[in-house]
């Protein structure tokens, strides 16, 4: 998977800004530049929050058409397959883009848990619709973000963690008046982030619930419906979803063939690996290197 550092140089062929360190950054976006988050969408280890201030965005994201208008806010999620369709030629956006480990690690994410079920953890709910007076600030806060990052303030790496944390902060504000509260208890976050932390470090060598379980001292019933509980989906959900991601990564970047693949990501054997990839993707692994 691109790191956001890797995913940026693809999309921009350089770093924004000399001695950027890849864990966040911001910028405004019109329909030209945004087509080039194609090049590395569904294969990037950080989310991005894109809001919409004029025009109109069509995207794919999972197999769902999403069209995307102003005060609309979109959340990638990593893993998640997306491909940009259409924008207007007055499209302008802002968006954000935060490291995985920096936004996981985020203590706003695990109050973002904790009291509501906001779309950083849903995954499955991309587009938020927020009234314009939010909207309005979360913009403000995303130009605030664009001020520090080209700044030379000294504390620059601090404030733009804290900063974070405020963005965030709002989003769960402006959702909180549009979907019911659900505490989550303290033990099932905890279980929860465990599971997070643990994907994307093994999720190539171990496939099978039974190995999280173990790692976190719970059994895989357990663990199972913790998943579901605060997320809706399924631990096997999560495993492939970084399975397929990395597949599609090692085919469209790599000379590795589809036999080092399979053996790299502890397939059983290649055809084992094949029809996994067929079934979730609805190609084959040879079609989808050649296309």
Avoid at 2 to 14: F, H, N, V
Avoid at 163 to 179: G, M, P
Avoid at 254 to 266: E, F, G, K, M, V
Wanted: proline share 5%; charged share 20%; hydrophobic share 40%.
């Amino acid at each position: 998977m691109y790191s956001l550092r890797d995913a940026w140089i693809k999309m921009q062929g350089q770093p924004p800004f000399e001695q950027w360190d890849g864990r966040i950054y911001c910028n405004e976006t019109d329909a030209t530049t945004t087509f080039r988050a194609n090049k590395t969408q569904g294969f990037m280890a950080a989310y991005t929050f894109t809001l919409v201030t004029q025009g109109w965005l069509v995207i794919i994201y999972n197999g769902q058409e999403l069209t995307l208008e102003p005060d609309d806010l979109y959340i990638y999620s990593p893993g998640q397959e997306v491909t940009i369709l259409a924008a207007s030629e007055n499209y302008h956006g802002i968006c954000l883009l935060a490291d995985e480990n920096l936004t996981i690690e985020s203590p706003t994410v695990h109050d973002l848990v904790n009291i509501a079920y906001a779309p950083i953890v849903q995954l499955h709910e991309p587009k938020v619709s927020l009234p314009h007076e939010d909207a309005k600030r979360l913009a403000e806060k995303m130009r605030e973000f664009i001020g520090y990052l080209h700044s030379d303030h000294i504390y620059k790496t601090q404030i733009l963690q804290m900063l974070y944390a405020v963005f965030l902060l709002d989003i769960q504000s402006a959702q909180k008046k549009t979907i019911c509260q659900r505490q989550v208890p303290q033990r099932i976050e905890e279980i929860f982030f465990g599971f997070i932390r643990l994907l994307p470090q093994h999720f190539a060598e171990h496939h099978d619930i039974a190995f999280y379980a173990s790692a976190l001292n719970i059994s895989t019933v357990y663990l199972s419906r913790v998943v579901r509980q605060v997320t809706g989906r399924t631990v096997v959900d999560y495993i492939n979803q970084h399975l397929l991601m990395e597949a599609s990564y090692l085919l469209r970047t790599t000379p590795l063939s589809i036999n080092q693949i399979a053996d790299r990501l502890h397939f059983a054997d290649p055809p084992s690996f094949s029809k996994f990839f067929s079934r979730k993707k609805g190609i084959t692994p040879k079609d989808y290197r050649k296309s």
